[in-house]
T-cell receptor, first 113, second 112 residues
Framework: DAGVTQSPTHLIKTRGQQVTLRCSPKSGHDTVSWYQQALGQGPQFIFQYYEEEERQRGNFPDRFSGHQFPNYSSELNVNALLLGDSALYLC???FGQGTEKLFFGSGTQLSVL | GESVGLHLPTLSVQEGDNSIINCAYSNSASDYFIWYKQESGKGPQFIIDIRSNMDKRQGQRVTVLLNKTVKHLSLQIAATQPGDSAVYFCAESVGAGNMLTFGGGTRLMVKP
């Protein structure tokens, strides 16, 4: 039973570029949440997708957008990258929008130069 | 290399001792709390959770205590092992279906 898988594991971009990160939820899960984790800090909630719609959103600008596909996988898109967007981006999955026992992937380490 | 854990409070314990990691949460409306363990290069791993209608919950070698009066959460690890070395985060939510708000984390170092 595969857990939450994310790709790529590492990514280097330059300021102003756009990036797409991908996530496949744990088998049996239908809800995907994205978190940003800056170095030395706890993860911060970006948004949650359920039934292919954004259901909740944290305090992140519109440059951050996402998508959920019919197979429950998800993408996180960030436009007009800033140096401050450098972080570990974590995908988490659950069943039915719950945060109980949220399962996290290993993340994508994004470096913006 | 380290992807998390720099500049975090650190708790250093001897192998076999008990560890207590503390967390102060901010939202008095929070009613669901989780402890996560994060090792270098990995995502957070669920340890134990507790709802606000409880003040204690036990798992295998771990116990979570909740004091709603002072908005304090603690994680107790019995007989700490080298494999317990990691960064530990508490997280809270208002309703289990809502977003998690994470605390700043504590690095646990276990000395053999």
């Amino acid at each position: 039973d595969a857990g939450v898988t994310q790709s790529p594991t590492h990514l280097i971009k330059t300021r102003g570029q756009q990036v797409t990160l991908r996530c496949s939820p744990k088998s049996g899960h239908d809800t995907v949440s994205w978190y940003q984790q800056a170095l030395g800090q706890g993860p911060q909630f970006i948004f949650q997708y359920y039934e292919e719609e954004e259901r909740q959103r944290g305090n992140f600008p519109d440059r951050f957008s996402g998508h959920q596909f019919p197979n429950y996988s998800s993408e996180l898109n960030v436009n007009a990258l800033l140096l401050g967007d450098s972080a570990l981006y974590l995908c988490a999955s659950s069943f039915g929008q719950g945060t109980e026992k949220l399962f996290f992937g290993s993340g994508t380490q994004l470096s913006v130069l | 290399g380290e992807s998390v854990g720099l500049h975090l409070p650190t708790l250093s314990v001897q192998e076999g001792d008990n560890s207590i990691i503390n967390c102060a949460y901010s939202n008095s409306a929070s009613d669901y709390f989780i402890w996560y363990k994060q090792e270098s290069g990995k995502g957070p791993q669920f340890i134990i959770d507790i709802r606000s209608n409880m003040d204690k919950r036990q798992g295998q070698r771990v116990t979570v205590l909740l004091n709603k009066t002072v908005k304090h959460l603690s994680l107790q690890i019995a007989a700490t092992q080298p494999g317990d070395s990691a960064v530990y985060f508490c997280a809270e939510s208002v309703g289990a279906g809502n977003m998690l708000t994470f605390g700043g984390g504590t690095r646990l170092m276990v000395k053999p």
